[in-house]
């Protein structure tokens, strides 16, 4: 059962938050407030650093297992607080050693909010270009870094989402800054029972846990079964 | 002949130069000094500023009508410096108007130096990356604001070129800044036979314009003769 499964170390996340008016972005302020509990993660804003130091950086970003670039798209990259850092504080004491890197093992996350539809971004859509291809610089500092890249969160128009829309882009944020898999469905699925059990004062909470849990036990011994038949070892 | 054709506007250049080191790169010295005579070239270097005056700047936008982004590629793309003039200065009040762009018929430049080989940037290479698909988020802006885009100058390890190898590249620099189309071959033989005229107290210059005149007016005359045969107006 996977609740039974050895616990992994827990996931230290670094969320670097590029934004120059981070006190009228609704999208940041709703980011900021969906961290609450989540003792792990720390929140960095850069744009109001005055100057580095980078012994201190140096930590910060050695203490993570994954490092978060959260920002804004302007002009198809982050805003010039997240380049400066990178000017400034990736230098080749920070991200390099003999071996190739010191990030390396780490994870590196973007999560990029846009004015525009997502379809917008595209071959024919009104900006061109997909992206995947604008984000190509961060594609290839992980890529140089060791650090291993995971497929952005892109947060589109937060303006106009629904509340329904917007609780759902809270569980994929947290799950986006803590589970070793982001993507992984089941990963995301015990996320949500651990969540239901952490509410125990709601009795209802924990019945559908069991019964959440119930499930995704089904769901991993189907899936077993179906792996065992394709390798040809059950009939 | 070439020299006898209506002058067209002559070409007005603004260099925006993102570096912060300015003072010790032998790379953007040299091409500071490449720029003597030049007197409709301006030289803009950012990390000088301390704040933009957007009226000053949009000015300064407005009365090029060429202009060149120049810098050493950081982490894959420009210094944060070009980032903070692009996110501060280019509003839609400077770079849209009704009809979708007071840039629209200008020319962009990229002159993008690094310290690597260019072979190292390409599928395979030490840099996995083309510089094309790194620099794509500045395609993407050509585009959204009008301007059309120059095939990029790239200076590859200038610490190890040879001083004929910094004479072409002095050459290419003030073609690449000065002329509709830096990649054309006519208009590049034009602007050679033109420096000759111009250091007229060397009577040998003088004979070799000519001579290189008479070149270029057969060439004109051999490419025009072709043409016509494909059109099958001449047998």
Redesign the interface.
């Known amino acids: 059962m996977l609740d039974e499964k050895v616990k992994e170390p827990i996931m230290k996340t670094l969320v670097v938050v590029s934004h120059?008016k981070i006190e009228t972005s609704n999208t940041q302020q709703f980011l900021k407030e969906s961290l609450v509990g989540l003792d792990e993660v720390s929140w960095y804003h850069l744009d109001a650093q005055k100057d580095f130091d980078s012994t201190v950086e140096r930590e910060r970003i050695m203490s993570a297992n994954r490092i978060v670039f959260q920002f804004p798209l302007?002009?198809?990259?982050?805003?010039?607080?997240l380049?400066?850092w990178?000017?400034e504080v990736?230098t080749k004491q920070v991200v390099y050693d003999e071996n190739g890197g010191l990030l390396r093992g780490k994870t590196l996350g973007l999560v990029v909010s846009f004015s525009q539809p997502e379809r917008d971004y595209q071959l024919g859509g009104r900006?061109?270009?997909s992206l995947s291809?604008?984000l190509?610089?961060y594609?290839?500092?992980a890529?140089?870094t060791g650090l291993s890249l995971l497929a952005p969160l892109t947060i589109s128009q937060f303006a106009y989402m629904s509340e329904a829309a917007q609780q759902a882009l809270l569980v994929r944020y947290q799950q986006y800054l803590t589970l070793d898999h982001p993507s992984r469905f089941n990963e995301r699925a015990q996320w949500f029972i651990n969540q239901l059990r952490t509410y125990r004062d709601d009795t209802t909470g924990d019945l559908v846990a069991d019964q959440l849990q119930d499930q995704q036990d089904n769901l991993e011994r189907f899936q077993q079964t179906l792996a065992e038949l394709k390798r040809g070892e059950a009939e």
């Open positions: 120059p302007y002009w198809y990259s982050a805003p010039a607080s380049k400066r990178l000017d990736w900006e061109q270009f291809e604008l190509t610089p594609r290839a500092l890529a140089k």
